[in-house]
């Protein structure tokens, strides 16, 4: 038994200034940023959201501006197996820690560990 919800909703983009990005989607949702650089290497810009909605992260991409969904887990492995199942297919494992996955629609999706100490509410449970 393992489980998984939606977690994050990723603006992929394609900037030369990561920040100038996130200053413009916090002014859009009325959500203030919570750090221009998550992870040190100019990649990442977080907004601050409450712990009942998905993050909302910005990633600086080389290709096209899309939007992509995360779904976390508390057990990697079990997830990427049961979204196979249903059809998905793996793409790619980044740094060692989470899956790119390929629904059968062409839709890229990531599959992550736990983002957030507090998992839940609406939690998944897979047998």
Not at 62 to 82: F, P, Q
Not at 101 to 116: I, N, S, W
């Amino acid at each position: 038994m393992h489980h998984s919800r939606l977690c994050t909703l990723v603006l992929d983009s394609r900037v030369d200034d990561l920040a100038a990005a996130a200053r413009f989607w916090s002014a859009v949702l009325g959500k203030p940023v919570a750090t221009f650089d998550q992870d040190g290497d100019g990649r990442y810009a977080e907004l601050r959201t409450a712990e009942d909605e998905p993050i909302i992260l910005l990633q600086k991409v080389d290709h096209d501006s899309r939007v992509h969904l995360d779904i976390e887990t508390d057990d990697l492995d079990a997830e990427v197996a049961r979204l196979e199942a249903l059809g998905a297919r793996r793409v790619g494992f980044v740094r060692g820690r989470w899956w790119v996955m390929e629904a059968p629609t062409g839709h890229r999706f990531c599959v992550v560990h736990k983002q957030r100490a507090a998992f839940g509410p609406h939690l998944n449970r897979w047998d």
